[in-house]
Every structure is written in C-alpha cells, then in structure tokens.
C-alpha cells in the first residue's frame, strides 16, 4: 500500500501490517507486542486509534506500561460498530468520490479526443488551403510564362526570319571583300 493507504487503513482497521517479503507465518496472534506486555488485546484507545492490552492502560506505572492509561479507551466489542460505521461512511465517500473521479476521467478523456480530432482537421484545411495556393502561383506562373512568350514573340524577329536571314552577313561581307579588291584594283 502507498503510505496514504496505509495510514488510513491503519485507522480504520488498526492491523499490523506485514511485508510481503516477511515470513507469513509471523501473523497477528492477538497479544500486544508491546515490550513486556503478554496480555491479549482487549482494549481500543480512541485517542490513538489503537488496540490496547491491561498493560497499556495499567493506572501503575511499571516499566513500560501506562503508555494510554490518561486516554479515552473502550472495549473492543464496544467500538466495533462504531469502527464499521466509521466502514460504511469512508466507504460511501470513496464511492463518491470514485463517481466523480471516473466521470472527471471520462470528460478529460473526451475533451483530449476531442482536441486531437479538431487537431487533425485543421491540418488537413491548411494542406487544403495551402495545395490550392500553389496551384494558383503555378497557374499564374504559366500565365505570365505565355504572356512573356507572346509580347517578345510579337515585338521582335521570329525565328524563321532569322533563318531565312542568317547567312545575310556573310553575303555581303563577301561583296563587300570583293568591292573592296575592285576598289583596289
């Protein structure tokens, strides 16, 4: 048990606790284990939350006997159905609480599903959004692409002219070579 548990079940039900890892065979026997007590436990301090032998509650002072002898102390038998009420109302609580706890769980469990779904559409309007902007700059990268191909295509010498032009230099350097030879002549 956590150290909460057991503080709690120790009020409750005022056991001895044994390690797991003890021997079990070491149990409650019902006698105090006080030092020098050997007497059965018949008593309940409800100052200390504790069973109690003759000898914890012993008016005379002997080596260590007396320890709850100034305490509120009861009967085992009398206590018991105090004990149980003391049961049923921690139990109750813990059932209420449990309620809550379970429906708090449920709720944040909802709300983190919740969120993750509201997560994933919103990523996938942003990859909507943004696969629509790039095929809007594409389209009107290809506009201004033809754009530019027509206003040049039109302003300036087709290809073809060039063609049927390029060997035009060389003609009349030619000429003028053999304009230039009959100059001299």
Known sequence: MCEKCEKYHLEIYNHQ???INKDLNNNFTGI???KNHNFKLEYYCKTHNK?????????????GNGQHKD???C????????????????TDI?????????????DIKNF?????????????????????LRNEINNREDELL???????????????????????????KITLDKGKLIDKE
Do not use: W
């Open 17 to 19: 606790l044994i390690s």
């Open 32 to 34: 105090c284990n006080e």
């Open 51 to 63: 069973l109690c032998c003759l000898g914890c509650i012993a008016k005379i002072d002997k080596k």
């Open 71 to 73: 305490c509120n102390i």
């Open 75 to 90: 009967i085992i038998e009398d206590i018991r159905e105090e004990i149980k009420s003391k049961i049923k109302g921690n």
């Open 94 to 106: 813990l059932e209420e609480l449990y309620k809550v706890f379970e429906k708090s769980f449920n």
């Open 112 to 132: 983190c599903e919740d969120i993750n779904i509201q997560k994933e559409e919103l990523k996938i309007n942003i990859q909507k959004i943004f696969t629509k």
């Open 146 to 172: 033809l754009k530019v191909d027509n206003k040049f295509n039109n302003l300036f010498f087709k290809e073809d002219i060039l063609k049927k032009y390029h060997n035009l230099p060389s003609k009349i």
